[in-house]
């Protein structure tokens, strides 16, 4: 099926926003359970708005973690973005509160269950695939702040 010119023209336009936005972006690593995790960061206003929006895939132990500026009921939804995700809502200390599975395009909210400062965000299963769960401790966040 062909796209039609204004179809096309968005398509562009949103991959040069995703470029330009994703440059943004730095890398960090983060490690929970003896896994390492190799994870952007969305640290920004922004960088947290646009989040793994339009991306077509997410490479194996890869992820994003979102940084906030205080402790908050952090929500996250999956508008805009196609691969299935799971997010672990992590409080200031470091310390998994809750993990949830995300349906790819899908408006729920999906919530920490107390104040929490980041979130992390992976391939839908990783964190049930590596044993990980509530209480463990993701080790790296603390040094990140929020722009």
Not at 31 to 49: K, L, M, T, W
Not at 62 to 70: A, C, D, K, Q, Y
């Amino acid at each position: 099926m062909k796209r039609s010119v204004a179809g096309r023209m968005l398509a562009a336009l949103a991959a040069g926003w995703m470029s330009s936005a994703g440059a943004q972006t730095s890398q960090t690593a983060l490690s929970v359970g003896g896994e390492r995790i190799e994870a952007e960061v969305a640290a920004s206003e922004a960088d947290r708005h646009l989040g793994l929006m339009y991306r077509g895939s997410l490479p194996a132990g890869r992820g994003m973690v979102f940084v906030f500026p205080s402790d908050i009921r952090i929500c996250m939804w999956m508008k805009n973005t196609l691969i299935p995700l799971s997010v672990a809502f992590i409080d200031r200390d470091g310390r998994i509160l809750n993990i949830e599975d995300m349906a790819p395009q899908s408006e729920d909210n999906h919530c920490a269950t107390q104040l929490a400062r980041y979130a992390l965000e992976m391939n839908q299963g990783w964190f049930g695939k590596h044993g990980v769960k509530a209480g463990d401790a993701i080790e790296g966040v603390q040094s990140l702040r929020a722009r």
